[in-house]
């Protein structure tokens, strides 16, 4: 099993930034990709950005291009979302997600480990 813990929402102005982090243990050498979801009232989970495990493919959502940043640092089993000019709308539950499929995977349905969610407030 893997589990997934983030950490780092909280509560920024528009236009301010916030990094997320997701820290993976247990059997991390199942993971081909992971990925960060929001999820709003109401919503399903959708895809903000993925990266496979060396870093090197990268995929973003049109809605936080050019905002956001995903990256990480496999000596540490930690993936990173830099969030730069917040909207409103971002404002979600952010949700770290960890996949042993391979390929470009956008849809919940595809990603097996999950982790608990943290809330990213985002005032005007």
């Known amino acids: 099993q893997v589990q997934l813990v983030e950490s780092g929402g909280g509560l920024a102005q528009a236009g301010g930034s916030l990094r997320l982090s997701c820290a993976a243990s247990?059997?991390?050498?199942?993971?081909?990709?992971e990925a960060w979801f929001r999820q709003t009232p109401g919503k399903e989970r959708v895809v903000v950005a993925t990266?496979?495990?060396?870093?090197?493919?990268?995929y973003y959502a049109d809605s936080v291009k050019g905002r956001f940043t995903i990256s990480r640092d496999n000596a540490k089993n930690t993936v990173y979302l830099q969030m730069n000019s917040l909207k409103p709308e971002d404002m979600a539950v952010y949700y770290c997600?960890?996949?042993?499929?391979?390929?470009?995977?956008?849809?919940?349905?595809?990603?097996?480990?999950w982790g608990q969610g943290t809330q990213v407030t985002v005032s005007s």
């Open positions: 997600a960890a996949t042993r499929a391979y390929g470009l995977n956008v849809y919940e349905r595809t990603y097996h480990y």
């Open positions: 247990g059997r991390t050498s199942a993971i081909i990709a």
């Open positions: 990266i496979n495990t060396s870093g090197s493919i990268k």
